[in-house]
């Protein structure tokens, strides 16, 4: 307020600071000091370009990244989502054909000792001791 009282022009200063307060309010201070005309110059320069990009880059980039993230949604996220559900649903498959044939020799090869036993199982239990079997392989996964 001193400073305007020096420069005389009250009326004009209000009107330039309420275009200032939008804008250009620092080379109006800038303006008061006279030396610094390169420092308004990189201020306007700075807020009406540099500083609006900074805001269209942060507007941008959250622009982008919700179109990466709906490609990975899409694509990365929802294989990663089906790997979880698509590894149960692949092990039942395999596990529905390996009750008729090939699911005692998948357990032939992590059980290297009962072999013996799913082969007699084989022969006694056709249908009950599998699920028994899938419930074995299916607590450690």
């Known amino acids: ?32 000091q006279g030396s610094p005309q390169l420092l308004p110059v990189v201020h306007q320069k700075g807020n009406t370009t ?12 959250p622009q982008l990244l919700p179109v990466v993230h709906q490609k990975g949604n899409t694509t990365k996220l929802r294989p990663v989502v089906h790997q ?6 692949l092990l039942p498959v395999v596990h529905q054909k390996g009750n008729t044939t090939k699911l005692r020799p998948v357990v032939h090869q992590q059980q290297d000792s009962p072999q013996l036993l799913p082969v007699v199982h ?9 699920p028994v079997v899938h419930q074995q392989q299916d607590s450690p996964q």
Request: charged share 20%.
């Open 1 to 32: 307020p001193v400073v305007h009282q020096q420069q005389d022009s009250p009326h004009l200063l209000p009107v330039v600071h309420q275009k200032g307060n939008t804008t250009k309010l620092r080379p109006v201070v800038h303006q008061q």
């Open 50 to 61: 540099k500083l609006r990009p900074v805001v269209h880059q942060q507007q941008d980039s």
């Open 84 to 89: 979880q559900q698509g590894s149960p649903q």
């Open 122 to 130: 084989q022969k006694e239990n056709t249908t009950k001791l599998r």
